[in-house]
């Protein structure tokens, strides 16, 4: 803390663009439910200064975003490029480069950087009917993103600092 009594580690954060994959990312892909602590991490990343946008592969997921009420935390809805990733990112209309991408597909993170998850099934198991184990992988997600915004980098095994420079298209 400084003299002034603010954290000096929150003003040398930069704010970073997250974006988040959606089916067996923060969607269960089994079951439709929301991936445990989405909403939480969102809401921190947002108070952080940090800017939360939601893609897929799918093309743009409102009807998901609204239906698990994470308009209010979402910068932006996109479709999500499945190759040539930064050259199409103009012609999904993103418009800004990601600096962090949380996805099942290792691909996308590793060339923009980010963390690979592990597919999100759902609340449930549908072989055995049993609720599925306490997921807590956005903790390590939102862990790695302040590390990332101080300008640190994140030791976790499934982080990945993305390949190439530059950026695809302008920063706004």
């Not at 923009?112 to 592990?118: A, K, L, Q, S």
């Not at 999100?120 to 198991?125: D, E, H, K, N």
């Given at each position: 803390?400084?003299?002034?009594?603010?954290?000096?580690?929150?003003?040398?954060?930069?704010?970073?663009?997250?974006?988040?994959?959606?089916?067996?990312?923060?969607?269960?892909?089994?079951?439709?439910?929301?991936?445990p602590?989405?909403v939480?991490?969102?809401?921190?990343?947002?108070?952080?200064?940090?800017?939360?946008?939601?893609?897929?592969?799918?093309?743009?997921?409102?009807?998901?975003?609204?239906?698990?009420?994470?308009?209010?935390?979402?910068?932006?809805?996109?479709?999500?490029?499945?190759?040539?990733?930064?050259?199409?990112?103009?012609?999904?209309?993103?418009?800004?480069?990601?600096?962090?991408?949380?996805?099942?597909?290792?691909?996308?993170?590793r060339c923009?950087?980010?963390?690979?998850?592990?597919e999100?099934?759902?609340?449930?198991?549908p072989?055995?009917?049993?609720?599925?184990?306490?997921?807590?992988v956005?903790?390590?997600v939102?862990?790695?993103?302040?590390?990332l915004a101080?300008?640190?980098?994140?030791?976790?095994?499934?982080?990945?600092?993305?390949?190439?420079?530059?950026?695809?298209?302008?920063?706004?």
């Open positions: 803390m400084s003299d002034d009594g603010s954290d000096d580690a929150s003003s040398s954060r930069r704010p970073l663009h997250v974006f988040f994959d959606v089916d067996y990312t923060i969607l269960g892909g089994y079951d439709g439910s929301l991936r602590h989405t939480e991490v969102f809401e921190r990343l947002r108070d952080d200064g940090h800017h939360v946008y939601v893609w897929s592969g799918e093309g743009e997921r409102w009807p998901v975003v609204r239906t698990h009420r994470l308009e209010h935390l979402v910068s932006g809805v996109y479709g999500k490029p499945l190759h040539d990733y930064r050259e199409r990112l103009e012609m999904f209309k993103v418009p800004v480069v990601p600096d962090f991408v949380i996805d099942d597909y290792p691909g996308i993170v923009f950087g980010g963390m690979h998850v592990p999100y099934f759902g609340g449930r198991s072989l055995r009917g049993e609720t599925a184990p306490e997921d807590t956005f903790h390590d939102y862990d790695a993103i302040a590390l101080r300008g640190d980098t994140p030791a976790h095994p499934r982080y990945y600092p993305g390949e190439g420079s530059g950026a695809a298209i302008p920063r706004r």
